[in-house]
């Protein structure tokens, strides 16, 4: 008796630690799953290819929307770049970008893709005009009102150019 409840714990205590899943291995992507990854998501070969941003949001964070992303290649850019936040936004997503897993051979950069009462689900990076472009995703069910806008930045990194 006591050996079948030994064994009979066992085997579910196994089963429950065994990964279980239906789906593909990007079920997050599009939905503003921005966990890094060891895994470079770009082929050889491929172009230029981007890894999806890291979104970073606050209420009343200030700023002002621009697709036209800005190289933060150091402290002192970040800095600049943030005085324009209100102190806790600001001191927010200079944290965020001290996260940011860059690549070398590539460069940090940051956009302002909303100012409104949503949160976008992810954002889409690319070149263009000889610059980096960063499009917020279209919010599925925008909502009707709100107290206060929400501001969110993108950061990302992205091949730098020479």
């Known amino acids: 008796m006591v050996m079948r409840r ?4 066992t085997i579910l205590l196994t089963a429950l630690a065994l990964p279980v899943g239906c789906g593909s291995d990007d079920a997050g992507a599009g939905r503003g799953d921005r966990t ?5 998501p770009c082929d050889e070969g491929a172009g230029d290819c981007y890894v999806a941003p890291t979104l970073v949001s606050g209420t009343a964070g200030g700023g002002e929307v621009s697709r036209r992303a800005t190289e933060l ?9 943030v005085a324009e936040f209100s102190d ?6 200079t944290r965020a970008a001290g996260r940011v897993v860059i690549p070398e051979g590539n460069t940090l950069v940051a956009a302002v893709v909303s100012i409104g009462c949503d949160v976008p689900p992810g954002a889409d990076v690319t070149r263009a005009g000889g610059g980096i472009e960063i499009t917020p995703q279209k919010v599925p069910s925008p909502m009707k009102e709100c107290l206060a806008p929400v501001t969110t930045v993108a950061l990302a990194p992205v091949p730098a150019t020479s």
Request: hydrophobic letters at 60%; zero cysteines.
């Open 6 to 9: 030994i064994l009979g714990t």
């Open 36 to 40: 890094p990854s060891a895994v470079d």
């Open 73 to 81: 290649d150091d402290a002192a850019a970040v800095a600049a770049y």
């Open 88 to 93: 806790s936004f600001a001191a927010k997503v």
